[in-house]
């Protein structure tokens, strides 16, 4: 079975601060991807990485970046935390052959205050 | 890139009726079509999928139907229990594309 595992299940942080949340995949995934999930706006699509130190900005990565330094391994930060960035952030990995389902860590919720 | 769109939002059952949600895309090359379901504080998983060169498929009281002319495929949950209550996700692959376009869910809620 696929384990996407997220460092933190609950995270608060500071208007300003800088936020990193890691996530770790262990079936040598090429794809990497990071989601926000809001009330009612689905799972948006933030940055992903086909490779290591590869990314792809997604459909709102203003205020995001990544680091894929390894293979197993992709972060996400929060340059200046801000309170619009309060919502569920979901990492997923994914192999890079067709036809395959992407496989989703339990999620870190994340508050700015 | 691909638009998935999905139909409806919300959908309350009675325990015991089928449910059905829709779904249709964009591109014609897309190939993969899986479904998700996310119960409260939990992370999507995989309930059930389907490839372009099959029109149907089953597991036990979930089917998918594929419909590659008009560009629409279906979640069927039949003889719905309380547990089925959660938010249910479609997707579609577009060749050549990393990720999987999703649409924007499905709350379902049985009601005993």
């Known amino acids: 079975d696929v384990k996407v595992t997220q460092s933190s299940r609950y995270l608060v942080k500071r208007t300003g601060e800088k936020v990193f949340l890691e996530c770790v995949q262990d079936m040598d995934h090429e794809n990497m991807f990071w989601y926000r999930q809001d009330p009612g706006l689905g799972l948006r699509l933030i940055y992903f990485?086909?490779?290591?130190?590869?990314?792809e900005k997604g459909d709102i990565p203003e205020g995001y970046s990544v680091s894929r330094e390894k293979k197993e391994r992709f972060s996400l930060i929060l340059e200046s935390a801000s309170t619009n960035q309060t919502s569920m952030y979901l990492c997923a990995s994914r192999t890079s052959a067709g036809g395959q389902p992407q496989h989703f860590g339990d999620g870190t919720r994340l508050s700015i205050l | 890139g691909e638009n998935v769109e999905q139909h409806p939002s919300t959908l309350s059952v009675q325990e015991g009726d089928s449910a059905v949600i829709k779904c249709t895309y964009s591109d014609s090359a897309s190939n993969y079509f899986p479904w998700y379901k996310q119960e409260l504080g939990k992370r999507p998983q995989l309930i059930i999928d389907?490839?372009?060169?099959?029109g149907e498929k089953k597991d036990q009281r979930i089917a998918v139907t594929l419909n590659k002319t008009a560009k629409h495929f279906s979640l069927h949950i039949t003889e719905t229990q309380p547990e089925d209550s959660a938010v249910y996700f479609c997707a579609a692959d577009q060749t050549g594309a990393n990720n999987l376009f999703f649409g924007t869910g499905t709350r379902l809620t049985v009601i005993p």
């Open positions: 389907i490839r372009s060169n099959v």
């Open positions: 990485s086909y490779d290591v130190k590869m990314k």
